[in-house]
């Protein structure tokens, strides 16, 4: 943006964009806004290979174990892709990007003797250059800008003027990165003055409002609009309602002028195919900067190399024409003829390039820090030269800042110098309201929680109460204008659950900024002493394989134990100890393997969390099946067995046996044993059997 710097003007005016920027719809932010600056001016830092940098406090890095101590030096250099930090020459870590940021408090940090605030990135740039990028508080970023676009001198209503230009033209890069050159606003660290950082102060938060939006990008100004604004329409081509042309009071009407002679060597006298004779020798009549600026435009215009020298023979049209309503020239040409040379080569040759173009184009050919701008009042063209007249520095749009320094002085305040220069808007506070001293407290005797904090300004509250999956469920004050200072509202809880809730607290200003914010609170109403015992229900038995099942049902979580008596009261088997079971039916289940037959009962005891207690007895009858008698062999001992009907040898004979032949023995009665004899059975001798088994 066109600058004003201490003590004088500086050179080059803001190059606007080429195109109409929306304003933006304000959205308040929690915390003071940050704006990320590149650092590039080559008037600080520039394009730099290495930084050395100090910090004047404590500085943390994402480097593995390492500060940047106070009073010490380090030096930043490009290595490879990375960026390599030395320490008394010691290398002492690399990383692609290094981020620090003070430990406590803001810095400052000195780069190359150059002081910032707030908390840094440097990057490796292309592998060239060690590019810093300062992370600052918006108003810390002013406190740097207003002194390097306005000379911190001036009446401070001026200087106020210009830092809510600044800030509302600041605001809309804040999700973007801007540089410290004019090419956005200059930007020179922590380099402030009482002047300037009190025209900061004394507007925090005001931007430019119209319609109630920012008109951000489009807070731009100028050193001198020579007596006539610019509008909107005429720079961009789009019509903006508060950039209007219309003639200033206040402006001193800066003239300026330049001529520039059409003949500057007479190519008619030389021989192009010995240049080597007469080149060094021979020179443009004028050695001015305009004729460096031509030469400039036309090696980059015809990508003429570096090894290739320039020597311009003739500027036989140089018009500027067509004004629009502001009396600024549209339309503008430039024809020049002139002459190269490689080195080495002896041979030059005679070329011509033709610009016709807008007059924006010959005053960046001229160099804008000679044609100020494109307010002309006078083209004198002649044979020999053309004289160029005209007023103003810089584009014209929007603040004319040496008018904004007569108006200031002429008794105007900032908010209608501002008025004047952008039409039909109006100074909005962008300054979120405060939330503080927030603290919550529960009085169980009325089952009420109560929320006390403080607002820093006039604004209307909003209190909900959300659960924990953020539903709102109670809204204590909605939308209650109130004054600033301590607030208080109560929130009737007897018929909520406890548990984990939220309070949320909105605070929206006369200017419709709003803040947020939210504490938790625990809701911990005293529980009445439970008193009554867990109910154990619907029982029920059932055995398979010797396993016997118990079902029972609790009515609400409770330790169990159950133990199996027999028909003395005798514990026979401890099924479950303190076993914490829920609320609904449970299974449990006793290994009655090794039990014999007979009466049993499940002792069921139950225990809840208030140590209530519950005994309920469940009867059993055990019974086993009997179990099959165990079935023998035996094998014959001798040639041929008998087998008898009884058990005696007067037994009637049912046949007989060979020997070795194997028989199933039922069971033994005496000195006989019974066994299976095909289909039936009988009786043999146990003499006569061996092996029984």
Same mark, same amino acid.
């Given at each position: 943006?066109?600058?004003?710097?201490?003590?004088?003007?500086?050179?080059?005016?803001?190059?606007?964009?080429?195109?109409?920027?929306?304003?933006?719809?304000?959205?308040?932010?929690?915390?003071?806004?940050?704006?990320?600056?590149?650092?590039?001016?080559?008037?600080?830092?520039?394009?730099?290979?290495?930084?050395?940098?100090?910090?004047?406090?404590?500085?943390?890095?994402?480097?593995?174990?390492?500060?940047?101590?106070?009073?010490?030096?380090?030096?930043?250099?490009?290595?490879?892709?990375?960026?390599?930090?030395?320490?008394?020459?010691?290398?002492?870590?690399?990383?692609?990007?290094?981020?620090?940021?003070?430990?406590?408090?803001?810095?400052?940090?000195?780069?190359?003797?150059?002081?910032?605030?707030?908390?840094?990135?440097?990057?490796?740039?292309?592998?060239?250059?060690?590019?810093?990028?300062?992370?600052?508080?918006?108003?810390?970023?002013? @406190?740097?800008?207003?002194?390097?676009?306005?000379?911190?001198?001036?009446?401070?209503?001026?200087?106020?003027?210009?830092?809510?230009?600044?800030?509302?033209?600041?605001?809309?890069?804040?999700?973007?990165?801007?540089?410290?050159?004019?090419?956005?606003?200059?930007?020179?660290?922590?380099?402030?003055?009482?002047?300037?950082?009190?025209?900061?102060?004394?507007?925090?938060?005001?931007?430019?409002?119209?319609?109630?939006?920012?008109?951000?990008?489009?807070?731009?100004?100028? +050193?001198?609009?020579? #007596?006539?604004?610019?509008?909107?329409?005429?720079?961009?081509?789009?019509?903006?309602?508060?950039?209007?042309? /219309?003639?200033?009071?206040?402006?001193?009407?800066?003239?300026?002028?330049?001529?520039?002679?059409?003949?500057?060597?007479?190519?008619?006298?030389?021989?192009?195919?010995?240049? #080597?004779?007469?080149?060094?020798?021979?020179?443009?009549?004028?050695?001015?900067?305009?004729?460096?600026?031509?030469?400039?435009?036309?090696?980059?215009?015809?990508?003429?190399?570096?090894?290739?020298?320039?020597?311009?023979?003739?500027?036989?049209?140089?018009?500027?024409?067509?004004?629009?309503?502001?009396?600024?020239?549209?339309?503008?040409?430039?024809?020049?003829?002139?002459?190269?040379?490689?080195?080495?080569?002896?041979?030059?040759?005679?070329?011509?390039?033709?610009?016709?173009?807008?007059?924006?184009?010959?005053?960046?050919?001229? #160099?804008?820090?000679?044609?100020?701008?494109?307010?002309?009042?006078?083209?004198?063209?002649?044979?020999?030269?053309?004289?160029?007249?005209?007023?103003?520095?810089?584009?014209?749009?929007?603040?004319?800042?040496?008018?904004?320094? /007569?108006?200031?002085?002429?008794?105007?305040?900032?908010?209608?110098?501002?008025?004047?220069?952008?039409?039909?808007?109006?100074?909005?506070?962008?300054?979120?309201?405060?939330?503080?001293?927030?603290?919550?407290?529960?009085?169980?005797?009325?089952?009420?929680?109560?929320?006390?904090?403080?607002?820093?300004?006039?604004?209307?509250?909003?209190?909900?109460?959300?659960?924990?999956?953020?539903?709102?469920?109670?809204?204590?004050?909605?939308?209650?204008?109130?004054?600033?200072?301590?607030? +208080?509202?109560?929130?009737?809880?007897?018929?909520?659950?406890?548990?984990?809730?939220?309070?949320?607290?909105?605070?929206?200003?006369?200017?419709?900024?709003?803040?947020?914010?939210?504490?938790?609170?625990?809701?911990?109403?005293?529980?009445?002493?439970?008193?009554?015992?867990?109910?154990?229900?619907?029982?029920?038995?059932?055995?398979?394989?010797?396993?016997?099942?118990?079902?029972?049902?609790?009515?609400?979580?409770?330790?169990?134990?159950?133990?199996?008596?027999?028909?003395?009261?005798?514990?026979?088997?401890?099924?479950?100890?303190?076993?914490? @079971?829920?609320?609904?039916?449970?299974?449990?289940?006793?290994?009655?393997?090794?039990?014999?037959? #007979?009466?049993?009962?499940?002792?069921?005891?139950?225990?809840?969390?208030?140590?209530?207690?519950?005994?309920?007895?469940?009867?059993?009858?055990?019974?086993?099946?009997?179990?099959?008698?165990?079935?023998?062999?035996?094998?014959?001992?001798?040639?041929?067995?008998?087998?008898?009907?009884?058990?005696?040898?007067?037994?009637?004979?049912?046949?007989?046996?060979? @020997?070795?032949?194997?028989?199933?023995?039922?069971?033994?009665?005496?000195?006989?044993? /019974?066994?299976?004899?095909?289909?039936?059975?009988?009786?043999?001798?146990?003499?006569?059997?061996?092996?029984?088994?």
């Amino acid at each position: 943006m066109k600058t004003l710097k201490r003590y004088m003007l500086m050179g080059l005016a803001l190059v606007l964009i080429l195109s109409i920027l929306p304003g933006f719809q304000l959205k308040a932010n929690a915390e003071e806004s940050v704006i990320n600056v590149k650092l590039k001016n080559p008037k600080f830092i520039g394009d730099k290979s290495e930084l050395t940098i100090k910090p004047a406090v404590t500085y943390t890095t994402n480097l593995p174990n390492v500060k940047f101590l106070a009073g010490q030096t380090y030096l930043l250099r490009v290595s490879g892709s990375n960026i390599k930090v030395l320490q008394n020459s010691t290398d002492i870590g690399q990383v692609s990007a290094l981020e620090i940021k003070p430990e406590k408090g803001n810095g400052p940090l000195s780069i190359n003797n150059r002081n910032y605030l707030g908390s840094f990135k440097f990057s490796n740039e292309d592998g060239k250059y060690v590019r810093p990028i300062n992370s600052i508080g918006l108003e810390d970023y002013l @406190k740097g800008v207003v002194p390097f676009e306005m000379i911190s001198s001036w009446n401070v209503e001026a200087l106020k003027a210009q830092a809510v230009a600044a800030r509302t033209y600041a605001m809309s890069y804040l999700n973007g990165t801007p540089d410290d050159t004019q090419t956005y606003q200059v930007y020179g660290g922590y380099e402030w003055y009482a002047n300037t950082t009190r025209a900061v102060e004394e507007t925090a938060g005001q931007i430019i409002t119209y319609n109630g939006n920012s008109i951000g990008r489009n807070a731009v100004y100028s +050193s001198s609009n020579g #007596g006539q604004t610019e509008s909107g329409s005429n720079a961009w081509g789009s019509e903006v309602g508060y950039l209007q042309s /219309k003639d200033d009071p206040y402006d001193p009407k800066t003239t300026w002028s330049y001529s520039v002679k059409k003949k500057q060597i007479d190519a008619s006298k030389l021989d192009l195919n010995k240049a #080597g004779e007469w080149w060094a020798t021979t020179a443009e009549v004028e050695n001015t900067k305009i004729i460096t600026n031509i030469k400039n435009w036309i090696r980059k215009r015809d990508s003429i190399a570096d090894n290739v020298e320039i020597k311009i023979t003739d500027i036989p049209v140089l018009s500027l024409y067509e004004t629009n309503s502001s009396g600024r020239m549209n339309k503008g040409s430039i024809t020049v003829d002139y002459l190269t040379l490689e080195k080495g080569k002896q041979t030059a040759v005679k070329r011509q390039t033709i610009r016709p173009g807008t007059a924006s184009d010959i005053r960046t050919i001229i #160099g804008g820090d000679i044609m100020k701008s494109i307010l002309v009042d006078e083209v004198k063209t002649s044979e020999e030269s053309v004289e160029v007249r005209g007023r103003g520095f810089g584009h014209g749009v929007g603040m004319s800042q040496y008018g904004a320094k /007569k108006a200031a002085e002429s008794g105007l305040t900032y908010n209608k110098i501002l008025a004047f220069y952008f039409s039909n808007t109006s100074i909005k506070d962008s300054i979120l309201p405060k939330i503080t001293a927030v603290k919550t407290s529960f009085d169980s005797k009325i089952n009420q929680a109560k929320l006390d904090f403080t607002t820093s300004e006039n604004a209307k509250i909003t209190v909900q109460v959300k659960d924990q999956n953020s539903k709102v469920i109670a809204t204590l004050v909605n939308g209650v204008q109130k004054t600033a200072g301590s607030q +208080s509202t109560v929130w009737n809880a007897a018929s909520v659950n406890n548990g984990k809730y939220t309070f949320v607290i909105t605070v929206a200003d006369s200017n419709n900024n709003t803040s947020t914010a939210s504490t938790p609170f625990t809701l911990a109403k005293p529980i009445p002493k439970d008193t009554t015992a867990p109910v154990i229900s619907n029982t029920a038995t059932s055995m398979k394989s010797n396993v016997v099942s118990l079902k029972y049902q609790l009515n609400e979580a409770a330790k169990v134990t159950i133990l199996v008596k027999d028909a003395k009261g005798k514990t026979v088997a401890t099924v479950a100890t303190n076993l914490q @079971k829920q609320k609904g039916i449970s299974w449990a289940s006793w290994n009655a393997s090794k039990a014999v037959n #007979g009466k049993y009962t499940f002792n069921i005891t139950a225990v809840d969390g208030s140590n209530n207690k519950r005994i309920a007895n469940v009867a059993y009858t055990l019974n086993k099946p009997k179990p099959a008698p165990k079935v023998m062999t035996g094998t014959v001992n001798v040639t041929k067995l008998n087998v008898r009907a009884t058990a005696s040898t007067s037994g009637k004979l049912l046949g007989s046996l060979k @020997k070795n032949q194997r028989v199933t023995v039922l069971s033994k009665s005496g000195s006989w044993y /019974k066994i299976q004899f095909g289909k039936s059975t009988g009786y043999v001798h146990v003499n006569y059997l061996s092996n029984v088994k």
